[in-house]
């Protein structure tokens, strides 16, 4: 692959990466919530999930989707099934009393790499994006070191991207701010991602 192509292929991978959805949506909140390490770890296991999202695409993914509509119909219920429980879980936590579910978060982390990892497996903005945007770089002369070298390298930015505003939101005091109103965050996350998931299910329907 020519460095233009990996300079374009990066910059498509940044640009997925900011664009705002559930996953930025869930790092968000995990940093107000839980803290940084929560907000951290819920990049870093978004990260990984990306990467195996982009390796798979990259290995025949992409080719199935625009060829079997069977796999298209099971990703679609998967993210929507994802969105749905995020719903429920932010649902939850806005009806609950903010010390209680904040202290639930912090002795959690394995929660956020967990949600991190699986809303990059379901999460369709992904799908959509690696279709209209990561599958024109996949040629079918590319060799298995390539195909991981691209993996990586979208895992990489991914991972720091969520990292770094982790990172910045829980300096200072700006997590201590929004999580005086954790609560009216949680509910507007829940209302979020319902709508994600109604967006996602007329489109199957």
């Known amino acids: 692959m ?22 930025l949506a869930t790092v ?23 990467g195996i999202y982009a390796f798979l695409a990259a290995t025949g993914m992409a080719a199935a989707i625009s060829t079997s509509d069977t796999t298209v119909e099971v990703l679609r219920w998967g993210g929507i099934a994802m969105l749905l429980f ?8 806005a009806l609950s009393s903010s ?7 912090k002795s959690s982390n394995r929660a956020g790499f967990a949600q991190g990892f699986l809303i990059a497996i379901f999460n369709p903005k992904i799908l959509a994006w690696m279709l209209a945007i ?6 079918a002369d590319l060799g298995i070191f390539t195909l991981l070298g691209m993996a990586a390298m979208g895992m ?9 505003v982790a990172t910045f ?3 200072s005091n700006r997590a201590d701010k929004l999580r005086a109103v954790s609560n009216k965050l949680d509910a507007t996350m829940a209302a979020l991602m319902l709508t994600f998931a109604s967006l996602l299910l007329l489109d199957v329907l």
């Open 134 to 139: 990561y599958a024109p770089f996949i040629k």
């Open 169 to 171: 939101l829980t300096s």
């Open 86 to 93: 995020l719903t429920y879980t932010f649902g939850k936590q």
């Open 28 to 50: 968000l909140r995990n940093s107000v919530s839980g803290g940084r390490q929560h907000g951290i770890l819920t990049g870093i296991g978004h990260g990984l999930g990306f």
């Open 156 to 164: 990489i930015i991914d991972a720091t991207w969520y990292v770094t």
């Open 99 to 105: 010390v209680g579910h904040l202290d639930a978060h």
């Open 2 to 23: 020519t460095p233009q192509l990996l300079a374009g292929l990066a910059i498509a991978f940044v640009l997925g990466a900011m664009s705002p959805g559930p996953s």
